[in-house]
């Protein structure tokens, strides 16, 4: 099933992109959390974290390098940022096209909400 996000992807309707490059996409989150809240997704269409396998390796990994390159970029690196991919109804995930979300440029708090 695709989501919103493949059609980020072909360009269907708009998003405020930051990276692309052959495998993955980066835009700005419509619904910022932080001061920098950036959403990097996989052009693959991967629904969520226990759908990905051995072959999907080299996108994954990207998804860290772009993520350390928009730290950079967006001045965030040295005090930090956080990493966040969620899965399925526990995790809290809202679109089934798996993605990491990158959230700076404030004190982001403990990493968890209280129950
Ligand atoms: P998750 O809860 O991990 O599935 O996160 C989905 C994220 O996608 C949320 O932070 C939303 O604000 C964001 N989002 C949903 N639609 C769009 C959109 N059209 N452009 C940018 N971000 C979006």
Request: with cysteine; glycine share 6%.
């Amino acid at each position: 099933m695709s989501t919103i996000f493949s059609k980020i992807i072909a360009r269907e309707i708009p998003a405020d992109i930051v990276y692309e490059d052959e495998l993955v996409l980066a835009f700005r989150d419509i619904a910022p959390q932080a001061p920098v809240h950036i959403l990097i997704i996989p052009k693959k269409e991967i629904p969520t974290a226990n759908d990905v396998k051995a072959a999907d390796e080299a996108v994954l990994g990207r998804l860290f390098t772009v993520a350390a390159r928009i730290a950079r970029d967006e001045g965030i690196a040295q005090n930090g940022y956080r990493l966040i991919v969620n899965c399925n109804e526990d995790g809290g995930q809202e679109v089934f096209h798996l993605h990491m979300h990158i959230l700076g440029g404030r004190s982001l708090g403990p990493m968890l909400a209280k129950k």
